[in-house]
Structures are given as structure tokens and as C-alpha cells.
């Protein structure tokens, strides 16, 4: 088995851990800095809406001499200082968009091209495009984002709990928003493509989430029935066993999004590949952030504040306490009790070790009977 299986092995079995849930407020300190950082991104430089959604014209150039930064140039100062945006076709053509230009102001974009590459003006295709199908696209997606969001809601409720369906609405809120200020920060163009991709990760996100919810749901059965482990360190638990499945998922999902966008996108100059690969990029990697670091330690802060749960809370911290008082008492008291009632000892010692900062599991008590005790034959 490999050492990352064995890993897993280990973390699915609780024998090593991490312990997520007890730092939470760390993880909600680092969530709330970087959403802060993406939501001023969004203020202050704004989405740089495609042609699709803002309206503009699209020049098609024959096979060209000159270079792209030559006809950004070239587009920009014939059109009064709108931004151009200029792809090479594979056949030697060039794709120029403007947005927000009218016919009026498409006219002099066109003759000046024509003249920079030595042709006629009618070897230029100009088409104008309206604004209205994309605020249409737009408008759909929201409406379907809208839909999605409450029947996510109504579902995690009614197979889970209405604090696991929080949980899950916030983890998915926080994805969005890193998303969409990513998009703001970097300046990429937000295209129909763009569009599908935020919605895309949605999906990828929430299932995610749904697989800890899911082991934490089975962990959780009968929680008040003992006095080993708190609500936080059963959560804590299912959080480790699932941890190596949710960074395979992750990886094997990046991988070929990372290809689109860094070989695809920036290598070879595809730049349309980025409209769609950049947010499921940063879409995918906030999924799986969120999922480990912000949806079950709120589920953990949540459910502790049932009475049900703080009464085990105290009930639990009482007994580890007593087990650390008769353990001070002096070993060979101890160690005539571990013989007198070996199983309730057992249980003391896996009751005192938080969930998520486990070690080697402990050897049955019958295995160290002897250890460390005088032989009873002198030398």
C-alpha cells in the first residue's frame, strides 16, 4: 500500500488526525480576510464584462502582417480609448472585440485597421453585438442560481439538519464570492463561459460537503449515550476520514482544469479557455477549503450550542478530568487498579485523547499487564 493510502488507512481508522475543528476561529479568520480582500476587489476594480453582456463590436481580419499588440493599439486610439481585446486565430486571422461601441463609433475602428494592415476596408467583417443576450444569459443564471440555492437548502435539511443546510449555504457563499473577486483582481474578461463555470463548481462544492456531513452524521448516532468524545471531536474524526478522499477528488479535478488554464490558456494563447477554466480553478480549490475548513467547524459551533450537547460537553470534560487526577495519585496505585478493572481504565485512556490529535492507538491493557513492574525474583 502506498504511504498515502496508509495515511488514509490510518486517518479513516481515527489513529492520526489533525485537529481542524478545535482551530477553527483560525480558519474563519483566514476565510473572512480573504473574502474581505475579494469583495474590495470587486468594488474598487469591478468585473470586466464581456461583449456578451455590455454590447460592442467584434472586428474579423484577414490573415494579418502585423502584430496583436499592434492592432490593440491600432483599436484602441480609433475608438477613443475603449479597451480592445485582440485574439490570433489559428488560419493567421485576428478576432478584435470592443465593448460598448456603437455602429457609429465602429466605423473609424474599422478604416484605421484597414489602413494599419494595407487592405481594403471591406476585407474587415465588422459585427455589432447587443447587450440584450447576455443580460438575458445573465438574468437566467441568477434565476437559476436563485432556484438552486433553496433547493439545496430544503434537501441538506431534510436528509440532514437545518444547521448542516447553514453550514453548506455559507461554505457555498464563501466559494462564490472568492470566485468572482479572483475574477475582479485579475481582470478577466467574464464571458457566458464564465458564467457556466461558477456555476459548475456549485455542484462539485456541495458534494463535497455532503460526504463529510454524511460520515459525521453516522458518527453523531447515540452521541449523548456516551462520555467519550464531545460533538466537536466526533466531527473532528469524520473531518480526518475523509480527508485523503476529498484531496484525491481535488487534484484529480485540478489537474486538467490547471491544463486548460496555464498550457491551454496561457502557454499556447488560447484565451478564451481562461473565461471558463480560471473560475473553476479558484471554484474547485475554494470547494475543497471550505468543505474541510469552514462547513463542519460550523456545524460543530452550531450543534454545541444545543443543552444536549454542552451537558456531554461537561460530561466528558468531568471524566477526563477525574481520569487525570486518579493518574497523579501515583502509578503503583494505579497499576493495582488497571488489574482490578482493566476495561473501564481502557476506556479513561481513549476518552482523554482528543479526536483530532490522535496518536498510535493504545495496545490492549493485557498486553502491558507486567510491564514495568518488579519481576518478584531478586537478582
Known amino acids: 500500500m502506498s504511504r498515502l493510502g496508509t495515511l488514509g488507512a490510518k486517518l479513516y481508522r481515527g489513529e492520526v488526525g489533525y485537529d481542524f475543528v478545535a482551530k477553527r476561529k483560525l480558519w474563519y479568520g483566514i476565510s473572512i480576510l480573504i473574502t474581505i480582500t475579494a469583495i474590495v476587489g470587486l468594488a474598487v476594480r469591478g468585473l470586466n464584462m464581456g461583449i456578451e453582456f455590455s454590447g460592442g463590436a467584434v472586428f474579423t481580419t484577414p490573415k494579418a502582417s502585423i502584430s496583436t499588440e499592434q492592432a490593440r493599439e491600432t483599436a484602441e486610439s480609433a475608438s477613443g480609448g475603449h479597451t480592445a481585446v485582440v485574439q490570433k486565430l489559428g488560419d493567421g486571422r485576428m478576432r478584435i472585440q470592443i465593448s460598448e461601441l456603437d455602429t457609429k463609433e465602429a466605423q473609424p475602428v474599422q478604416e484605421a485597421l484597414a489602413k494599419k494592415m494595407g487592405v481594403e476596408a471591406s476585407k474587415i467583417n465588422s459585427q455589432l453585438v447587443g447587450p440584450s443576450w447576455g443580460e438575458q444569459i445573465a438574468s437566467k443564471a441568477w434565476q437559476g442560481l436563485a432556484i438552486f440555492m433553496v433547493l439545496v437548502v430544503i434537501y441538506l435539511a431534510i436528509a440532514f439538519e437545518w444547521r448542516m443546510a447553514l453550514a453548506a449555504l455559507i461554505a457555498l457563499v464563501h ?124 456545524v460543530a459551533d452550531l450543534k454545541e450550542r444545543e443543552p444536549e450537547l454542552r451537558a456531554l460537553a461537561r460530561r466528558v470534560s468531568a471524566k477526563r478530568a477525574a481520569a487525570g487526577k486518579a493518574g497523579a495519585e501515583g502509578q503503583d496505585q494505579s497499576a493495582d487498579t488497571d488489574a482490578d478493572d482493566e476495561p473501564e481504565q481502557d476506556d479513561d485512556a481513549e476518552d482523554a485523547t482528543p479526536a483530532g490529535v490522535v496518536g498510535q492507538r493504545r495496545q490492549p491493557a493485557a498486553r502491558n ?5 518488579p519481576s518478584g525474583k531478586r537478582r
Open 175 to 298: 466559494d462564490l464570492t472568492i470566485t468572482v473577486g479572483v475574477y475582479a483582481l485579475v481582470g478577466f474578461e467574464v464571458t457566458p463561459g464564465t458564467v457556466i463555470g461558477l456555476l459548475t463548481i456549485l455542484g462539485y462544492s456541495l458534494y463535497d460537503t455532503v460526504v463529510v456531513f454524511d460520515g459525521l452524521k453516522e458518527g453523531a448516532k447515540g452521541i449523548t449515550k456516551q462520555t467519550r468524545y464531545t460533538y466537536s471531536e466526533i466531527a473532528n474524526r469524520s473531518l480526518n476520514a475523509t480527508l485523503v478522499r476529498s484531496i484525491n477528488t481535488t487534484v484529480v479535478a485540478l489537474l486538467p482544469v490547471a491544463g486548460l488554464l496555464f498550457i491551454g490558456g496561457g502557454v499556447l494563447g488560447g484565451g478564451m479557455l481562461n473565461d471558463i477554466s480560471l473560475a473553476l480553478f479558484v471554484g474547485l480549490a475554494a470547494g475543497a477549503y471550505s468543505s474541510i475548513f469552514i462547513a463542519t467547524p460550523l
Open 369 to 373: 499487564r507486567g510491564r514495568g513492574r
